[in-house]
């Protein structure tokens, strides 16, 4: 890997692959053909057309999306998709439900409250977040009348992440899930959701784009004052070409999705993920105590993982140490503090190695 770059742990815009970032320099002034570069193409022209094309297609090979679904590449974030989803899919009096497993998930049902009428029907702040519920217990708190049960599948900030998905209740509801900083990290059963959003800022690109992937049936009832960009049913019938899309970041993702392919698809890219996360976890349970991850075991997250000292004292020398030695970003979120090491599909396994590394050097060094 290039000397000039750091290990960087960042929770988003997160680190990306080197290869990847190599291929967009190669084609940075010209892309193939075409005499310019992606960021001055017509979004309507052919070249463009055949890189979101590509993108999408690759992501539908990627996460086996069945043909009743569309793929969307929208702006605004996954903030917007807060909105947008009671938007689409509820009148305002309609019955939605909200598991808050972590501080986008509520994010997600204060948003809905705008729109449409959610319940949150479990919640684990007063556990801080450390928690998943268990499906028998969703399964009595679930309101059989909800139009969706909407989960953030990987919580950014507290690292709880859901290793299987709860059923609705409703049998004509369906599964919602902010999978913004899971997504494509391992393989999903797309049929069991009626909705999966993500910025791709994580594991699959720079900001700039959200990708969608929607059930069709689900589309065309948007409340009458949804604002165009935010109508799933016009964004599907322009295929993401209503207006400018956001045409750079939507080719660095197609580069990203040609490159997990190539790493032989995400079976392979989860057992990588399993890997790197195992060695940090068991770095932190090895500790005695010294390191801490508040997380319940069973549902620690694969992509972020979150720790304190015993010393708490010591965590800003840690993180400047660890700056020193070209491994960036490991601040904990200003909400819980401590450390967080996000480590997505990119980051690899030397980086988290050095991490570990460093660890127990720094324990050894302050114990
Ligand atoms: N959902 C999750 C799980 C996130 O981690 C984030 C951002 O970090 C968001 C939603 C918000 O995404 P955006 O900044 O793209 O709106």
Redesign the pocket.
Known sequence: SSPDRVFNFA??PATLPETVLKKAESELYVWRDSGMSVMEMSHRGKDFLSIIQKAESDLRTLLDIPEEYHVLFLQ?????QFAALPLNLCKPEDQVDYVVTGS?GD??FKEAQKFCTPNVIWSGKSEKYTKIPSFSELDQLQNPHARYLHI?S????HGVEFKDYPTPKNPNGVLIA?M??NFCSKPVDVSRFGVIYA?A??NVGP?GV?IVIIRKDLIGNAQDITPVMLDYKIQAENNSLYNTPPCYAIYMCGLVFEDLLEQGGLKEVEKKNKKKAEILYNAIEESNGFYRCPVEKSVRSLMNVPFTLEKSELEGEFIKEAAKEKMVQLKGHRSVGGMRASIYNAMSLAGVEKLVAFMKDFQSRHA
């Open positions: 929770p988003g605004g974030g996954a903030t917007t986008w994010k997600a953030c990987n919580e950014t900030i902010d913004s900083s910025g800022q994580k900001s959200t």
